[in-house]
């Protein structure tokens, strides 16, 4: 296997052994990408020269006698971030050329263990896509069928790891935009629990780079290896020095369990609202009979599962009624005319993100609460199972559809057309209660195509659906490079 495949542990290792250095890795890094970036256009602001500087850099810190982290591993970041130096755009065309002065926390996590930063990856216009395209830097394109898109919002991450272009990246993720990717392209990916990472300066290039606690979205980690996204995580996890100090940390609890046998473990492959293509439900069902396999406790079904219904439609709520906060005040009025029409009765998935754009203070207050029982369903859930196993998405990557109306796109389920955006529901599951999710691969489906599955935890238990995905690609396997 040739180092950029390699994970990063592996290559940590091998700087320690001698038997590669930092430069080698980044120059190796840096000419796949001259080879091959331009058919996947994964990497949008590439940083070679100061790539090349920090790993001589890394090299004479090892010479030193240090040992950091991520010391000379070559790593890449979601062009969302702040990189001082670089442009920050969000794929937003106004704000091609704003280029902050200041690196975004986590990029400064980065560099302070060593990573060596190769560039910025694409993503889809302000992030909010299950595609990576933009008028700025174009469209990404999937690794292993460059017609299909690569996912989004962190697509451009996802694309570069399973390219070998850098053996880490961080990404974000609000509606699947660490998993859906990760599923894409045949890697690895966490969202955490809500709040556990800081994400300042991961902020649109309009607005200051501040302190901020989100309602919904994290940042988090992306990898070849379900092990590297602990190693990643340890990095990333920790609040906000700004606002607790540098002294204050944060003491994740350990895996529930180190055996794949004793873990609990609650499979779905169906939701009320979308259907599950035969592809990803022969993932889930692998995922199942290997733990089965080994003795662990898998059920099918739980009394103890917050309906998965009113959690689809609270997160869509919640979700759109995000999302509508940079929307102009013609756009909104327009909108509540269209929600003043709707049916008392429409518990549709069309009619709850509707409400969510044109949401009151109020409004929102009253979604809170019923998410506030829901999270208190999952700690009753958690009591009895360690795990849940259910989809990212209901399909394979799909082919690239850039119709400017999102609400006139379709996603083919096994020869269905379904709602472009309802594929979001899966996603939901995790983020609407803010609950930690690793998506790992699952095998591929009949065309070729990685699918992946994703492990969800309970809060701040980050590190038990990290040891079941390790666990798992033990014994099913992992990454492999697209061919």
């Known amino acids: 296997m040739e180092w950029n495949e390699r994970t990063a542990e592996e290559l940590a290792a091998a700087m320690r052994a001698g038997d590669v250095s930092s430069v080698e890795l980044t120059d190796a890094a840096i000419a796949r990408i001259e080879r091959d970036d331009k058919a996947i256009n994964a990497i ?46 969000w794929g937003i065309p106004q704000y091609r050329d704003f280029v902050p002065a200041e690196d975004a926390v986590q990029v400064a996590r980065l560099k302070a263990a060593g990573a060596v930063v190769l560039g910025k990856t694409n993503v889809p216009l302000g992030l909010h896509d299950v595609q990576s395209y933009n008028e700025i830097y174009g469209t990404t394109n999937n690794p292993w069928d460059h017609g299909r898109t690569p996912g989004g919002s962190s697509g451009g991450s996802a694309a570069a790891l399973a390219a070998g272009f850098g053996a880490l990246s961080i990404g974000s993720d609000i509606a ?13 990916a966490h969202k955490p629990t809500l709040g556990l990472a800081a994400a300042r300066g991961m ?18 980690p ?26 204050h940390q944060v003491a994740l609890p350990p895996a529930r369990h180190e055996r794949l046998g004793d873990f609990r ?18 993932g889930v069902n692998r995922v199942a009979d290997a733990l089965v396999d080994a003795g662990a406790r898998v059920e099918r079904q739980s009394p103890l599962l917050p309906d998965l219904t009113e959690a689809a439609l609270l997160y869509a709520q919640l979700l759109f009624s995000s999302v509508a906060t ?37 409004d929102w207050i009253q979604v809170n609460h019923r998410r506030e029982l829901h999270r208190h369903g999952w700690r009753g859930f958690f009591a009895e199972f360690d795990a849940v196993v259910c989809p990212v998405t209901p399909t ?88």
């Open 326 to 362: 940079r929307f102009p005040a013609e756009l909104l009025e327009e909108l509540r005319v269209r929600a003043a029409a709707l049916d008392a009765d429409d518990r549709s998935l069309d009619a709850a993100r509707l409400r969510g754009m044109v949401a009151s203070h109020r």
């Open 44 to 89: 949008c602001v590439p940083d070679f020269d100061r790539a090349r500087a920090a790993a001589r850099d890394a090299d004479q810190a090892r010479a030193r006698g240090e040992d950091r982290p991520l010391l000379g591993i070559p790593v890449t970041v979601k062009e969302s971030y702040n990189i001082a130096g670089l442009p920050t755009s």
């Open 265 to 282: 473990v609650l499979v779905l492959d169906e939701h009320p609202l979308v259907a599950t293509g035969s592809a990803v439900r022969a």
């Open 203 to 220: 902020v649109p290039p309009d607005a200051p780079a501040l302190p901020a606690e989100h309602d919904l979205a994290v940042v988090g």
């Open 396 to 483: 394979p990557a799909f082919p690239h559809d850039h119709h400017p109306d999102p609400g006139e796109r379709r996603i083919d389920v096994d020869g269905v057309a379904h709602p472009y955006l309802d594929q979001l529901v899966w996603a939901g599951v995790a983020t609407m209660p803010g609950l930690p999710a690793t998506a790992v691969p699952a095998g591929r489906s009949a065309e070729g195509l990685p699918v992946g599955v994703q492990l969800i935890g309970p809060m701040f238990e980050d590190r038990t659906p990290l040891r079941l995905a390790e666990l798992l690609e033990q014994r099913i396997g992992g990454y492999q490079a697209p061919r």
């Open 222 to 247: 992306m990898a070849r290896s379900a092990r590297d996204l602990t190693l990643l995580l340890d990095v990333m996890a920790g609040p906000d020095p700004l606002t607790y100090g540098l002294a």
């Open 176 to 188: 699947g935009s660490l998993r859906t990717p990760a599923h894409f392209c045949g890697v690895y």
